[in-house]
T-cell receptor
């Protein structure tokens, strides 16, 4: 069974540009969550989608957005990139995020903003 | 003050030692507690998942939760060099949002 797949693996952008990251969840998983990981702040929750609807959102500015498609694949977009957006962006999937469900993470997209 | 506090380490132990990793938290609404292991350049991998206070054992790993003290622990017995990784505690309340600790780096020396 294939795991969570994130593309691209590495990305280099300059300030002011925008970026789109992609996540394919484990087959059959309907919930996709996104996290930002930095050395200083650790893992921080961005948002969670279930059946194409955003169910939960973290405390990030509106420059961070996402969406989920009918096949459960998800994309995350960051507009007007800032240096502080440099981070590892992790996607996690679960069957249906609830108190009994476990999250499975991808290997992440390492974004560097110059 | 962060909702979840975790010592960043690094923690260096000899092979075969018993390792104790800990987190404290401030939000009494947290009901579900997890430990994740993260190797370098990889995503976190779920190790242990607990709900109630008490101990849960899985092989060499034991997770302990003390809700009255808002304190959770992960014990690793007979530690191996392959256990060298960053260990993250995580907690979930009824809104299903996971809050992670900052992670403890563990190094097991051969």
């Amino acid at each position: 069974k294939a795991g969570v797949t994130q593309t691209p693996r590495y990305l280099i952008k300059t300030r002011g540009q925008q970026v789109t990251l992609s996540c394919s969840p484990i087959s059959g998983h309907r919930s996709v969550s996104w996290y930002q990981q930095t050395p200083g702040q650790g893992l921080q929750f961005l948002f969670e989608y279930f059946s194409e609807t955003q169910r939960n959102k973290g405390n990030f500015p509106g420059r961070f957005s996402g969406r989920q498609f009918s096949n459960s694949r998800s994309e995350m977009n960051v507009s007007t990139l800032e240096l502080g957006d440099s981070a590892l962006y992790l996607c996690a999937s679960s069957l249906a995020l609830s108190t009994n469900e476990k999250l499975f993470f991808g290997s992440g997209t390492q974004l560097s903003v110059l | 003050q962060k909702e979840v506090e975790q010592d960043p380490g690094p923690l260096s132990v000899p092979e075969g030692a018993i390792v104790s990793l800990n987190c404290t938290y401030s939000n009494s609404a947290f009901q579900y507690f997890m430990w994740y292991r993260q190797y370098s350049r990889k995503g976190p991998e779920l190790l242990m998942y607990t709900y109630s206070s008490g101990n849960k054992e899985d092989g060499r790993f034991t997770a302990q939760v003390d809700k009255s003290s808002k304190y959770i622990s992960l014990f690793i017995r007979d530690s191996q060099p392959s256990d060298s990784a960053t260990y993250l505690c995580a907690m979930m309340d009824s809104s299903y949002k996971l809050i992670f600790g900052s992670g403890t780096r563990l190094l097991v020396r051969p």
